[in-house]
C-alpha cells in the first residue's frame, strides 16, 4: 500500500510509480498556480531514497526553471560529496535544471564552523518569507519527520511556535548530527505533502497523536495539509 494523506485521507496506489505519477500532477499544478502570482517559487525538499525518482521525473517536466528555487528540509551534516548527503542527491537529480537557471539553497555552506553556518543558513532561508513555496515531507517509522526527532531535546525547539527557522538537531542513528528546518517553516508553505510507503508507515501515521509522534504536530497544526 503506497498513500499520501490528504486532509487526514488517502490518496493511494498499488505502486510507488503511481502514487509519484498522483504526486507529480497535484505538484505541478501547485507550483504552476504560484507561477501566475509570483515571479519565483520554492520547493522545500525531503532527503531519503523514496522521493529520488520523483524528483528525477520532475526535473525533465518543461518548467521555467529560471523561476524555481529548490531548498532542502533537512540534511545530514557531512560533506556535499558524501553518499549520505541530502544534497548530493537533490543536485544529481535537478543537475540538468542548474544549466536551464534553477537554484539551490544548501544548508551546509560551511560544516567546519556551526555558528557560522548556522547564521548563512538562516539568513539564506529568510528568502522563503518572499516567495511562496511547496514543502514535501517524509516520516520514518519512529514518526520523526524533517530531522525533528523524539525524544532529541534539540529537536523539540522546533516544534515551538516562535522557534528558529533552522536548526542543529540529534539524530539517533549515524550520522547524529543533522540541522533542519523547524515547524513554523513547514506551516508556512503554500502546499505541505507527506510522503510515505508501506503498511508501516500508514500505522505510524494513523497511531501518530496517540504516540505523541513528532508527525503527529504536523498532522495537527499544518492546514496546508495534503
Known amino acids: 500500500m503506497f498513500g499520501i494523506p490528504k486532509v487526514m485521507q488517502w490518496i493511494e496506489r498499488p ?17 504552476q498556480d504560484a507561477l501566475i502570482s509570483s515571479s519565483n517559487v520554492a520547493w522545500l525538499l525531503s532527503g531519503g531514497s523514496t522521493p529520488r525518482p520523483f524528483y528525477e521525473w520532475l526535473a525533465n517536466q518543461d518548467l521555467p526553471w529560471d523561476r524555481i528555487h529548490i531548498f532542502l528540509v533537512d540534511d545530514r551534516c557531512v560533506p556535499p560529496t558524501d553518499i549520505l548527503s541530502n544534497q548530493r542527491m537533490v543536485q544529481l537529480a535537478f543537475q540538468r535544471c542548474w544549466l ?36 514535501l515531507l517524509g516520516m520514518g517509522l519512529d514518526g520523526h519527520t524533517a530531522s525533528l526527532f523524539p525524544g532529541d531535546k534539540s529537536s523539540e525547539l522546533g516544534f515551538l511556535m516562535d522557534s528558529p527557522d533552522v536548526l542543529f538537531t540529534q539524530a539517533p ?29 500508514k500505522q505510524v501515521w494513523q497511531d501518530a497523536k496517540a504516540n505523541q509522534a513528532p508527525i503527529s504536530l504536523v498532522q495537527e497544526s499544518c492546514s496546508n495539509l495534503e
Open 15 to 31: 505502486s510507488l510509480p503511481q502514487l509519484l505519477m498522483a504526486l507529480g500532477e497535484s505538484w505541478l499544478t501547485k507550483t
Open 173 to 201: 542513528s549515524h550520522p547524529i548530527q543533522r540541522i533542519s528546518v523547524s515547524l513554523p517553516v513547514v506551516q508556512r508553505a503554500k502546499q505541505v505533502y507527506v510522503l510515505f510507503s508501506g503498511e508501516d508507515k
Open 100 to 135: 536551464e537557471g534553477a537554484s539551490f539553497h544548501g544548508m551546509l555552506p560551511n560544516l567546519e564552523n556551526p555558528d557560522l553556518n548556522l547564521v548563512a543558513v538562516t539568513k539564506e532561508y529568510a528568502k522563503l518569507q518572499v516567495m511562496p513555496y511547496l514543502c
